[in-house]
């Protein structure tokens, strides 16, 4: 039994007494006035920067906080630049916090530290007689991600489901190396297996070099078939001082048409067998919008070329392949509603064309494969129609086509009492687009140069005969942080001969929407 004098009973009754709701009162106050005086520390460190903004200092030393395991000669070559030492002139103190935050920002886009690099400033050892007055010294103090991130779930899309599993190494030899090995296996894509090595060159986050392997197997019901391929290729990315990012990279690949149902069409019958490809494309982007799947404001021009067996390339197919996509969204205002109301007008333009060129020397153009032809319809580019129902048609077969164009205008509208600041929005849409092939391109006696070309001026001038096939609807938008969700209800308006609409609902999941 205890005493009465035991200091235990004091507490226990003291526990009892204590009203929950106020702990957490006082643990709310306690934090807000800890964001205060967080708040007031920074106005006083940005009126003090301001009053010295054109200081003269030097920097005589930069430290980085909790990157054990990263190369020291990595970081040098990020440093060393910005050292005053290697400077023809002192900087000002704005100059200095300008340069190294810049650097903070290059090392957060390694993707081998999480977001929170905080930044010090300090004034060396006075110990040190190599030191002056102007000298000052940076402290940046990061948490290095994990090396090994796995992941294992599920996607499900327009008419696909799928499971996968994906391991990435970051950081692999200390200079943000990683390694991407990525298996998935569905309805529509049997199996895919993928490895992708990169590296930043030099340091430096917008220039990288990466090396890729990928071994697939795909359902292609809209055209009777199975593809199966097996590639390999090297890409080299780099990014302008205005923005805009550059890929240039070589691809080999052996392509198989299999797997050919018992209706399949006399076009997929020619193409049926293996086929190999080798290329060199270059990808070009600048993107100016505010968000990448749900923007209210900006553009953004995309174009893709792609040289295929033209001279030393080889392989058996041959042609020039040129994608241009545009898009841009601008914010409607409200009247009566303050700032940015949340509804926005967004539109979107692709077209595309594949000419076919001469495989070596004095031989003729050969007609496209379907497995290089582009394809047009589905509920991620032209929605209210089929996957791949746009275009020319051999019976039961979408062969798909040379050259298209396509176009959207999507109106996008907050959910009343759910807010602007989601994700979420309605959606009214209206889309339209055309996708032919070559006219005679291929046939016998219409090979060469001269012919082929005057088959592409007659093609592109066939786009603007007559109306494109054309469906409008209205839907629900969700912007998830890595894809665009839409289900739509659309209503087909214009449908020319032999294509394939949708009507009603549509499901589609992508990262690149019209």
């Not at 090392?107 to 007055?133: E, G, N, Q």
């Not at 796995?150 to 391991?167: F, I, R």
């Not at 001469?358 to 494969?369: A, I, M, V, Y």
């Not at 039961?396 to 009343?416: R, T």
Request: charged share 20%.
């Amino acid at each position: 039994m205890a005493s009465a004098l035991d200091p235990e009973d004091d507490v226990f009754e003291s526990l009892r007494k204590r009203n929950p709701k106020q702990e957490e009162e006082r643990a709310k106050a306690a934090e807000e006035r800890l964001h205060a005086q967080y708040a007031k520390a920074q106005q006083r460190l940005g009126e003090l920067i301001g009053s010295n903004s054109t200081l003269p200092v030097t920097i005589s030393s930069i430290h980085l906080i909790g990157a054990a395991r990263t190369r020291r000669s990595f970081l040098d070559r990020l440093f060393e630049p910005i050292l005053s030492v290697n400077k023809e002139r002192p900087y000002t103190l704005s100059e200095a916090l300008q340069e190294v935050g810049n650097a903070a920002d290059k090392l957060r886009r390694f993707d081998i530290y999480h977001d929170d690099i905080a930044m010090f400033i300090d004034k060396p050892s006075k110990t040190d007689p190599s030191t002056s007055v102007s000298d000052i010294a940076f402290s940046l103090s990061a948490r290095e991600k994990s090396r090994i991130l796995m992941k294992t779930g599920t996607d499900l899309g327009n008419a696909e489901g799928s499971a996968y599993g994906s391991l990435l190494w970051r950081n692999i030899f200390g200079g943000a190396e990683s390694l991407n090995l990525n298996a998935s296996a569905g309805t529509r894509t049997r199996s895919a297996y993928q490895a992708t090595f990169d590296t930043p060159i030099l340091s430096d986050p917008d220039k990288r070099i990466s090396v890729d392997v990928l071994e697939s197997s795909t359902s292609k019901a809209w055209a009777s078939h199975e593809e199966a391929l097996k590639s390999g290729g090297i890409k080299y990315s780099w990014a302008t001082k205005s923005g805009t990012r550059h890929q240039l990279g070589y691809t080999g690949v052996w392509r198989q048409v299999t797997g050919l149902a018992g209706n399949a069409s006399p076009t997929v019958r020619n193409d049926a067998g293996d086929s190999v490809k080798s290329s060199i494309t270059h990808t070009w982007l600048a993107d100016r919008r505010n968000h990448p799947f749900l923007p209210s404001r900006g553009y953004m021009v995309k174009t893709i070329s792609e040289l295929a067996g033209w001279g030393p390339l080889k392989g058996d197919v041959a042609f020039w392949k040129s994608e241009l996509e545009t898009a841009g969204a601008v914010p409607i205002p409200i009247p009566g509603v303050a700032g940015d109301s949340g509804v926005s007008l967004s539109a979107g333009l692709r077209a595309g064309m594949l000419y076919p060129l001469p495989l070596g020397l004095g031989s003729q153009s050969q007609p496209s494969r379907i497995n290089d032809r582009f394809q047009l319809g589905g509920p991620t580019d032209v929605r209210g129609f089929a996957m791949s129902g746009l275009g020319p048609r051999d019976g039961p077969d979408a062969v798909g086509g040379d050259i298209f164009a396509a176009g959207s205008c999507n109106l996008l509208m907050p959910f009343p009492r759910v807010g602007k600041d989601t994700p979420l929005r309605f959606q009214l849409f209206a889309n339209g687009g055309r996708l032919l092939a070559l006219n005679n391109a291929g046939e016998k006696g219409n090979q060469g140069s001269s012919s082929v070309q005057q088959s592409v001026y007659s093609t592109v001038a066939e786009l603007g005969n007559g109306l494109p096939s054309i469906a409008a609807g209205f839907g629900v938008v969700y912007a998830h942080p890595v894809a665009r969700f839409e289900l739509n209800f659309s209503l087909p308006l214009v449908l020319r001969k032999g294509e394939e609409a949708r009507k009603g609902l549509q499901f589609g999941v992508g990262i690149n929407f019209l």
